[in-house]
């Protein structure tokens, strides 16, 4: 089965500077996607970037970009120029393309962004 | 579209009582997902439904919990009898087939005293 980690509960980041959150995940197969997903105070669930297991070119969004290291099965967050907007609880998730209809979350990232 | 729609966005009711959780996809989506969050377990997959038929319910924690889906446009969530365990925020999602993105509702915390 597929399992998805993030091994910081909590981080925190100045305004303007950039942040890194870390994500790994186990599986097996070869080809999936991969997503991080913003859960802010008002607690809707918002997608923030989305990653193809047989694309190697890191995506990316505006501020957010990420590092997919394959072999590693590593899935890091960056964002760039942070905002105070950007505080929120950052959710990495797996959906396999076999089992497609399931996605499995990461405990998640507390960020809090200081002015 | 107003995106995925839940109601009501907070519910408060004692054990034993029934709780009905609704959600309104977004329009033209064809699967429906619901989902428990709590602190203890993070986000769970609960069940999922497939032009209105329920495809896997194994996220179900147990008999208390039921859902349907009557129509295209309609979603219900429903607790009976309610336990104070079974307080969590509850989302729904929806997606244009198998393999795009999941839009989340907004939730609906329940708190059952």
């Known amino acids: 089965a597929q399992t998805v980690t993030q091994s910081q509960p909590e981080m925190s980041v100045q305004e303007a500077e950039t942040v890194t959150l870390s994500c790994t995940y186990d599986t097996s197969e070869s080809d999936y996607y991969l997503f991080w997903y913003k859960q802010p105070p008002s607690r809707q669930m918002i997608l923030v970037i989305r990653?193809?297991?047989?694309?190697?070119q890191n995506a990316t969004e505006n501020r957010f970009s990420v590092n997919f290291q394959k072999a590693a099965k590593s899935f890091s967050l960056k964002i760039s120029d942070s905002q105070l907007g950007d505080a929120a609880m950052y959710f990495c998730?797996?959906?396999?393309?076999?089992?497609?209809?399931?996605?499995?979350f990461g405990p998640g990232t507390s960020l809090s962004v200081i002015p | 579209d107003a995106g995925v729609i839940q109601s009501p966005r907070h519910e408060v009711t004692e054990m034993g009582q029934e709780v009905t959780l609704r959600c309104k996809p977004i329009s033209g989506h064809d699967y429906l997902f619901w989902y428990r969050q709590t602190m203890m377990r993070g986000l769970e997959l609960l069940i999922y439904f497939n032009n209105n038929v329920p495809i896997d319910d194994s996220g179900m924690p147990e008999d208390r919990f039921s859902a349907k889906m009557p129509n295209a446009s309609f979603s219900t969530l429903k607790i009976q009898p309610s336990e104070p365990r079974d307080s969590a925020v509850y989302f729904c999602a929806s997606s244009l087939g198998p393999l795009n993105i999941q839009y989340f509702g907004a939730g609906t915390r329940l708190s059952v005293l």
């Open positions: 990653q193809e297991a047989y694309k190697q």
């Open positions: 998730a797996y959906r396999s393309k076999t089992s497609y209809d399931k996605v499995i």
